[in-house]
C-alpha cells in the first residue's frame, strides 16, 4: 500500500498521468463505441447501441468474465476521454496507427478492412467502378501506381470524410492536390451530404460504405476502385487501451485469440458486415 | 509547465482560421443590420399582415439555438436538393459556407430587429412631433431624428450582439467550415492537447472582441459628440 | 407526412419517447446550471463592487473572457481539460486512477461559467440600481450587514434583476444545445441522432426547434409572471 501511494505522489511529482500500479484483475470495464459508424456500430431508435463490435464486445466481456457497460462517446473526443479515464476501452473501428500508438495502446486487430471509395455510377470513377484489389501502403510502388490511376478520375472533385481518421491522413497525403477534401465529425453526416449532393466522393471503409450505399436513397451510388490498408492505415481496428493497463490488454487479447479461433468473429462479421473481415495472422 | 514552443506552432495554425471567422461574421452582421432595419422600420406599420409575421419569424428565431439553425439549414435542407435545383437555389444551399451565412444572417436580423425596434419606439414623442411640425415628410423625420436617435441608442446592445455573432461564427465548424474554433478541435485530435489550443484559441477570440469593442466605442463617441462640452477658456478655469 | 408522424411517434421505431426525454435533460442541465451559475454571478458581481483591486479585476477577468470566447471553446476547455486537472488533483491527494467526469456534470458546469458571467453583469446593474437611500436607511434602522442585505438589499436587487435574469435565462437554454458535442445526450444530441440514423434531418431538426421553442415560451411566460409579481420593495410580512 505504502508502495502505491509512494508511486502515485511520485508520478504527480514527474508529470505521469498515471503511474502503472495496482494492476489488479479489473473486475468491470466500461467500453466506448462511436454510434454512429453503422454497421460497426450505431444507436437505434429507442437510444441502445448496436452493431458487429457491439456484438463483438459483449461476446469478449463474456469470455472474459467481467462486467462490461457499453457507452456512445464522439469520434473526435474519443482519445483524450480515454486517456483521462471517461471509460478504459475503445472499440469503435479505430486503426492500429503509429500515431495512436504514441498517446494510446491497442489490442491485437480484431478487424482487417480496406478503405476506399464511393462515388455515384455515372461518374468518371463510377464508370471505372469496384476492383478487388487491395493495396498495402508498405509495398509503395504498387499502391502509388493505384493511386496515380485514381487522381485524374478525382480532379476538382470534393471528397468528404470523417475528421481525425487514418481515411483523413490518407486523403489529405496522396489526393490534396488534385480534389477538396472536407471533413465531417461523423460518417452519417457525409452520408447525408453524399446524399445531398454536396460533395463527389467519399472515402471510408469499404465495409461501412456498402452499408451506406445499401439504403435507397444511394441507388444511384457505387463503391469504386481498389481497397487500400496498411501503412498510415496501421494493422486494422483494435481495442484501444491506456497504455499502462497491461493487464486488461492481456485479458483482451486472449479473448481476441479465442473469437478468432472459434470463427465468432466471422460469424459476427458476416452478419454485420456481409463480408468476413477476420485478421489474417 | 506551460511550454511555449507549444503555443508558438499552434498560433499559426489557429490564425490560419482567422480570415473565415471575419469574414463569416462581417457578411452575416452586414447583411443582418440591413435585414434588421428593414424589418424594425416594418414593424412601425399598423397591419397585422406585416407585423405578425415578423414577430413569428423573431420568435422563432430567437426562441431555437443557433446550432438548430445552422442544421437545419444545412443538412435539413439539403434533403431538398431537387426542389431546390428547380428554383435555381440549389448552388447557394449546396456550399457550406452560403448556409453558414444564411443560418448567422437570420439569428442576427431577429436579434437585431428587436434592439432597433425598441430603440425606435424609445425616441421621445415630441421630438417626432416637432419634426412633423415643420414639415418634414415620414421618410425625412426617420431619416433626420428618428434612426440617428435609435442608432444611438441601441449601440450598446448592438455590440453586444456583435460579440455574440463573433461567438456564433464557431459554430459553422460543425458544418465542415475551418475557421478558428474548427482548426483548434483539429489540433486537439492530432495532439491532444485541449488546455493549451484552447488557451490559443481563446486569447484570438479576445483580442478580436477587444478591437470591435474599442471600435464600437470610438463610434459612440463620436456619435455623442453634440451631447460633450465644447472646451473654452471658462470651463477650463472653474 | 404520414412519415413524419410515424419518425416522431411513440411506437416501435417512433423517436417521440426518445425526443421527449431527452428535452427533460435539456430542462434540467439548464436549470442545474443556471442555478450554480447564479452564485457564480453573485460572487463575480460582488467581486466588482468591491473596494480591492484584485478582486475588482479578478471578477471582471471572468467575465470577460467566458462573455469573450465561444460557448463552445469553453465547454471543450472544461471536458477536457476538467477531467486531466481533477486527476492530477486526485493524485495529489494520494489516489491513483482516473478522475472521471460525466458529460451531465461537465455541461453543468459549462452552463454554470458561462451563465454565471452573463449573470454577473446583471446582479451588478440591479445593485448599482438600487437607491443609496435604502442602503442609508438600513443603516439608520440599525439593521446589521447581514440583515441589511437579507431584508433590504437582497429583495429589491431581485426585482431589479429579474428582467435581465429572464434574457440570461434564454440564453442559457439555447446553450445547453452546445453541450451535445461532448456526448450528452440533450435534446440536440438527440435529434442529431436520429437525424443520422433515419437519413431525415429535416424532420428531427425541426421537431427539436420546436421543442426548444416550446420549452422557451413555456419559461419565458413564468419569468414573465414572476416580474409581474415580484415586490418593487420589501414585502410586509
Known amino acids: ?281 | 509547465m506551460i511550454d511555449f514552443s507549444f503555443f508558438l506552432e499552434i498560433l499559426p495554425k489557429l490564425l490560419a482560421g482567422l480570415p473565415l471567422t471575419i469574414e463569416l461574421a462581417l457578411t452575416s452582421i452586414v447583411a443582418g443590420f440591413v435585414l434588421a432595419v428593414t424589418l424594425a422600420l416594418a414593424q412601425q406599420s399598423e397591419s397585422p399582415f406585416v407585423v405578425l409575421p415578423i414577430r413569428g419569424f423573431v420568435a422563432v428565431f430567437r426562441g431555437t439555438p443557433l446550432l438548430v439553425q445552422i442544421f437545419l439549414t444545412y443538412y435539413g435542407l439539403g434533403q431538398f436538393r431537387h426542389q431546390l435545383s428547380a428554383i435555381g437555389l440549389w448552388a447557394v444551399f449546396r456550399e457550406p459556407y452560403w448556409c453558414a451565412i444564411i443560418a448567422l444572417t437570420l439569428n442576427t436580423t431577429a436579434y437585431g430587429s428587436e434592439i432597433l425596434r425598441g430603440a425606435i419606439q424609445s425616441v421621445p414623442r415630441g421630438l417626432v412631433e416637432a419634426a412633423r411640425s415643420v414639415g418634414l415628410s415620414t421618410c425625412l423625420t426617420y431619416r433626420h431624428v428618428i434612426l440617428p436617435l435609435a442608432f444611438r441608442q441601441a449601440l450598446p446592445s448592438y455590440g453586444n450582439e456583435i460579440i455574440l455573432m463573433i461567438k456564433g461564427t464557431s459554430l459553422a465548424s460543425i458544418v465542415t467550415l475551418m475557421e478558428v474554433t474548427g482548426i483548434a478541435q483539429g489540433l486537439i485530435s492530432q495532439t491532444y492537447r485541449a488546455f493549451e489550443v484552447f488557451i490559443c484559441a481563446g486569447a484570438i477570440y479576445l483580442t478580436l472582441n477587444f478591437a470591435i469593442i474599442r471600435a464600437l466605442a470610438a463610434l459612440e463617441y463620436w456619435m455623442s459628440r453634440h451631447l460633450r462640452h465644447r472646451p473654452s477658456t471658462r470651463d477650463a478655469a472653474s | 407526412m404520414v412519415d413524419a408522424f410515424r419518425l416522431l411517434g411513440f411506437q416501435h421505431g417512433g423517436w417521440g419517447a426518445a425526443l421527449l426525454m431527452a428535452a427533460s435533460v435539456t430542462v434540467l442541465l439548464s436549470v442545474l446550471g443556471f442555478a450554480l451559475g447564479a452564485v457564480f454571478g453573485g460572487l463575480a458581481a460582488a467581486g466588482r463592487l468591491r473596494n480591492s483591486k484584485v478582486l475588482r479585476f479578478l471578477a471582471l477577468g471572468y467575465c470577460t473572457v467566458f462573455r469573450g470566447v465561444p460557448d463552445l471553446l469553453t465547454i471543450y476547455l472544461l471536458y477536457y481539460g476538467g477531467s486531466v486537472a481533477l486527476t492530477s488533483l486526485g493524485h495529489s491527494l494520494g489516489g491513483s486512477g482516473f478522475v472521471g467526469v460525466p458529460a451531465f456534470a461537465t455541461g453543468t458546469l459549462a452552463i454554470a461559467i458561462i451563465s454565471g458571467a452573463y449573470q454577473a453583469e446583471v446582479y451588478r446593474g440591479a445593485y448599482l440600481a438600487i437607491d443609496q437611500g435604502q442602503h442609508d436607511a438600513a443603516c439608520a434602522l440599525g439593521l446589521n450587514r447581514l440583515q441589511r442585505l437579507r431584508q433590504v438589499i437582497f429583495p429589491q436587487l431581485l426585482s431589479y434583476a429579474l428582467p435581465g435574469l429572464g434574457n440570461v435565462w434564454q440564453l442559457v437554454l439555447k446553450d445547453s444545445s452546445l453541450i451535445s458535442v461532448i456526448g450528452l445526450v440533450e435534446l440536440m444530441r438527440q435529434a442529431q441522432i436520429a437525424a443520422g440514423s433515419t437519413r431525415e434531418p429535416f424532420i428531427f431538426y425541426i421537431a427539436a426547434a420546436l421543442l426548444y421553442l416550446a420549452i422557451a415560451s413555456v419559461t419565458g411566460h413564468a419569468f414573465y409572471r414572476l416580474e409581474r409579481k415580484a415586490p418593487w420593495r420589501v414585502r410586509s410580512a
Not at chain 1, 466500461?30 to 454510434?35: D, L, P, R
Not at chain 1, 492536390?177 to 472536407?182: F, K, L, P, Q, S
Request: charged share 25%; with cysteine.
Open chain 1, 1 to 281: 500500500m505504502k508502495i502505491s501511494r509512494i508511486a502515485a505522489i511520485a508520478s504527480v511529482l514527474f508529470g505521469l498521468v498515471q503511474a502503472a500500479v495496482a494492476q489488479e484483475t479489473p473486475k468491470a470495464i466500461t467500453i466506448a463505441t462511436e454510434g454512429a459508424y453503422a454497421p460497426w456500430n450505431f444507436t437505434t431508435a429507442d437510444g441502445k447501441l448496436d452493431g458487429f463490435e457491439v456484438d463483438l464486445a459483449n461476446d469478449l466481456c463474456g469470455r472474459m468474465k467481467i462486467e462490461c457497460k457499453i457507452v456512445a462517446q464522439d469520434w473526435d473526443g474519443m482519445i483524450p476521454a480515454l486517456t483521462v479515464g471517461k471509460f478504459d476501452v475503445i472499440m469503435a473501428s479505430m486503426f492500429i496507427t503509429e500515431k495512436r500508438l504514441k498517446i494510446i495502446d491497442f489490442t491485437q486487430p480484431y478487424a482487417v478492412d480496406p478503405s476506399g471509395f464511393a462515388v455515384a455510377k455515372d461518374s468518371e470513377l463510377g464508370k471505372v467502378g469496384i476492383s478487388n484489389e487491395r493495396f498495402k501502403l508498405e509495398n509503395e510502388a504498387s499502391a502509388q501506381a493505384a493511386i496515380d490511376k485514381l487522381k485524374p478520375l478525382l480532379k476538382g472533385k470534393i471528397i468528404g470524410v470523417q475528421a481525425a481518421t487514418a481515411n483523413l491522413e490518407f486523403v489529405k497525403k496522396y489526393f490534396s492536390d488534385v480534389a477538396e477534401i472536407r471533413e465531417y465529425k461523423t460518417t452519417e453526416q457525409h452520408d447525408l451530404d453524399l446524399a445531398a449532393g454536396r460533395i463527389d466522393a467519399l472515402f471510408a471503409q469499404q465495409t461501412a460504405l456498402a452499408a451506406t450505399l445499401g439504403k435507397p436513397e444511394f441507388s444511384d451510388y457505387t463503391l469504386a476502385g481498389p481497397g487500400f490498408v496498411g501503412g498510415l492505415f496501421g494493422l486494422g481496428s483494435g481495442a484501444g487501451i491506456r497504455k499502462e493497463d497491461i493487464k486488461l490488454k492481456d485479458m483482451l487479447n486472449g479473448a481476441i485469440d479465442a473469437a478468432i479461433a472459434d470463427g465468432t468473429i466471422k460469424t459476427l462479421s458476416l452478419k454485420w458486415l456481409k463480408s468476413d473481415v477476420t485478421p489474417v495472422k
